[in-house]
């Protein structure tokens, strides 16, 4: 989050695509700044089954591709953070062009993000 009240271990300001709320209290590993993320859901792809034992039932939830700026504490520069959510298995990802071009399109903003 920009503003002129620096935590103690800020040796700048955030940059403007930060969304973090930073403490004081953060520790080191959460002392990060990140941009906002931007999902594309896979359409094709198996969802990963999930029951609800309180419930007694069971859902699916689809599989999909996180794209984030990131920029780590003291870190040179920024980097763009790419990670499946959902995944039951490894091995390669089925993408619509839809969704293909929604991927592509969101790791292209997350790169104008860290670059500006
Ligand atoms: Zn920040």
């Avoid at 695509?17 to 953060?26: A, F, G, M, N, P």
């Avoid at 298995?89 to 619509?96: D, I």
């Avoid at 969704?99 to 997350?110: K, M, P, V, Y």
Wanted: proline letters at 5%; one cysteine or more.
């Amino acid at each position: 989050m920009r503003g002129e009240d620096l935590q103690f271990w800020q040796t700048e300001p955030c940059p403007p695509w930060c969304r973090v709320e930073h403490c004081s209290t953060d520790d080191y590993e959460d002392r990060s700044c990140e941009g906002e993320t931007r999902g594309v859901t896979l359409s094709l792809e198996q969802a990963l089954y999930v029951e609800n034992r309180d419930r007694r039932d069971a859902y699916g939830v689809p599989l999909h591709f996180d794209v984030t700026a990131q920029h780590r504490y003291r870190e040179a520069e920024p980097l763009v953070l790419i990670w499946t959510v959902h995944a039951t298995e490894s091995g390669p990802r089925r993408l619509t062009v839809d969704e293909a071009e929604g991927f592509a399109n969101a790791i292209l903003d997350a790169v104008k993000e860290a670059r500006s």
